[in-house]
């Protein structure tokens, strides 16, 4: 069936390179591990966030829009790749950001606040109890100023940001026939699930024949069944006239891993700072604390207990998060 997509700008750096890590394999001993190097689709915009983001504002420019409202944490790359896009696009952007207002300077928010987004904190509880009361404020803040706001939900995280991996499907076809390979598994870091959303609907469309894993980094794996599922029938329902109406999004499996959050989202273990160390300085790869860093840890441990056995091959997409390393540098073993 032919695949067709709404309307996208061209912002990502792609098709991003699909690399074996050979010495971290071996040590793993279990399939021959690829990366798909999504943290390489830019340099301050790297990351998974702006293949999601092509979609989302491509769809505020087609409405008009000239603000880009959004939120995360203090040190989010959707808002720091968000913030940086809208200053490429001529936006205005607003940043939501959930934390203390003397939040150190660094990382994401450095960036953040050196391309002029407006930001507003709240407290963790404040946003969990209000975010809906919050954004809604601000939309219509800006309506009563005579401007056109456009609301991106969590890492860009819905019906529209789905698209950004489902694309990024059509990118592995042509990598692993390229590189004559059948991967069984494909495994990414989930945090607020429109990648691995994106992946398992890409992975069926473009019949990649892999599993679709999600490594939780924050909550547990039934509120990402249930969210996954929520973007995915977002998705059928927004995009029902370019869906092929025989393609069954019901009974896709969602599968979850969550056994490698550790304290809770952006607390890593020193489990954790061990294996960024190890990717570092055996592969050259940069991983972060925060995504990746449990993301691709779990996946090793994984390979040890075997369940990935079934397969010569697996891919890990690496979907960025380098400035989050930064803010967390104390917890680094340096030689
Ligand atoms: C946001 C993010 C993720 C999680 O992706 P979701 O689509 O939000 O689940 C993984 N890795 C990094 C580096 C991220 O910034």
């Known amino acids: 069936m032919e695949i067709l997509f709404p309307p996208r700008l061209s912002l990502a750096q792609t098709p991003t ?31 998974n966030k702006i293949r999601k ?32 896009l809208c200053a490429q696009l001529g936006l205005k952007c607003h940043l939501i950001l959930r934390g203390a207002e003397d939040s150190e ?15 507003s904190f709240y407290s963790n509880r404040e946003y969990q109890q209000k975010s809906d009361q ?31 991996y489902i694309a990024a499907c059509e990118e592995l076809k042509n990598d692993f026939s390229r590189l004559n390979i059948q991967p069984g598994h494909i495994i990414s870091a989930t945090g607020s699930g429109g990648t691995q959303g994106g992946l398992t609907v890409g992975n069926e469309l473009f019949q990649l024949g892999a599993h679709v894993w999600g490594m939780a980094v924050c909550d547990d794996a039934d509120y990402f069944v249930n969210k996954v599922k929520q973007d995915i029938a977002q998705w059928r329902q927004w995009y029902s006239p370019i869906i092929d109406a025989s393609f069954d999004s019901d009974s896709l499996n969602i599968r979850v891993i969550d056994d490698y959050i550790g304290p809770g989202y952006a607390q890593a273990t020193p489990e954790i700072f061990a294996t960024i160390n190890m990717a570092a300085q055996l592969e050259g790869l940069i991983l972060d604390p925060v995504y990746t860093g449990k993301g691709f840890h779990g996946m090793l441990d994984q390979i040890k207990q075997g369940r990935f056995d079934d397969t010569n091959d697996i891919v890990f997409v690496h979907t960025g998060g380098i400035f989050g390393l930064f803010p967390q540098r104390d917890q680094l073993q340096l030689n």
């Open 53 to 84: 983001l092509e979609f989302s504002l491509a769809k505020a420019l087609d409405e008009g829009c000239d603000t880009i409202i959004t939120c995360g944490g203090v040190q989010s790359n959707h808002c720091r790749t968000t913030a940086i």
């Open 134 to 164: 919050i954004t809604q404020y601000w939309l219509q803040h800006y309506q009563g100023e005579g401007k056109k706001a456009f609301l991106i939900p969590i890492g860009a995280s819905d019906g529209i940001g789905l698209w950004g």
């Open 105 to 119: 300077i660094e990382g994401n928010l450095l960036l953040d606040r050196l391309v002029g987004a407006k930001i």
């Open 17 to 47: 390179p699909l690399l074996a890590i050979d010495r971290i394999s071996e040590i793993a001993g279990g399939p021959r591990i690829w990366v798909k190097r999504d943290d390489m689709t830019g340099s301050a915009v790297s990351g």
